[in-house]
T-cell receptor
């Protein structure tokens, strides 16, 4: 069973538009961590945020914000006033206690294209 | 170095050949991970090292794949008798410790093409 679902595969926006990337997860654990990573064309996965299951407070970092809702098992990512440099593949990932280490389960990723 | 370093960045090999991929983790990180990413997919876990030992190798697809980390720092992923289906990006990552929930930092990957 897929544990991290990123239903959107490709999104294209014009610069300065806001865009939300959806992530839905599935786990039986009560304690878990959620992550977002950005993968630019260079290929490196760049860490963006980590959120534990007990902290449902939304977070804002510059133009980035995250909305974590346990009731709907979602951890959505919004980019405000998008820029061309935001073009990349974005992955949501889950780390569960059953793994006994920091092993991550990734979604399939969302390709975001920001046009000038 | 400042980040996770992987070599080679690109490798083309013939079917049936042996391949080694190297990873140098962030200095001071005791936990090291290997992931594999196929085109259009998210990374998939292969193996996890805590120090020198492979603490979790449940993601290795078969016995052609093997990894070592003899001194608890640099790791080598070894693939024997390569097949075309092994073509993928092999990502190495490290974290400060292997405890649950630690942030994992990734390298740029080694692109392997088996022809």
């Amino acid at each position: 069973a897929q544990k991290v679902t990123q239903a959107q595969t490709e999104i294209s926006v014009v610069e300065k538009e806001d865009v939300t990337l959806d992530c839905v997860y599935e786990t039986r654990d009560t304690t878990y961590y959620l992550f977002w990573y950005k993968q630019p064309p260079s290929g490196e996965l760049v860490f963006l945020i980590r959120r534990n299951s007990f902290d449902e407070q939304n977070e804002i970092s510059g133009r980035y914000s995250w909305n974590f809702q346990k009731s709907t098992s979602s951890f959505n990512f919004t980019i405000t006033a998008s820029q061309v440099v935001d073009s990349a593949v974005y992955f949501c990932a889950l780390s569960e206690t059953t793994g006994a280490n920091s092993k991550l389960t990734f979604g399939k990723g969302i390709t975001l294209s920001v046009r000038p | 170095g400042a980040g996770v370093s992987q070599t080679p960045s690109n490798k083309v090999t013939e079917k049936g050949k042996y391949v080694e991929l190297r990873c140098d983790p962030i200095s001071g990180h005791t936990a090291l991970y290997w992931y594999r990413q196929s085109l259009g997919q998210g990374p998939e876990f292969l193996i996890y090292f805590q120090g020198t030992g492979a603490a979790d190798d449940s993601g290795l697809p078969n016995d052609r794949f093997f990894a070592v980390r003899p001194e608890g720092s640099v790791s080598t992923l070894k693939i024997q008798r390569t097949e075309r289906g092994d073509s993928a990006v092999y990502l190495c990552a490290s974290s400060l410790s292997g405890g649950f929930g630690n942030t994992i930092y990734f390298g740029e990957g080694s692109w392997l093409t088996v022809v």
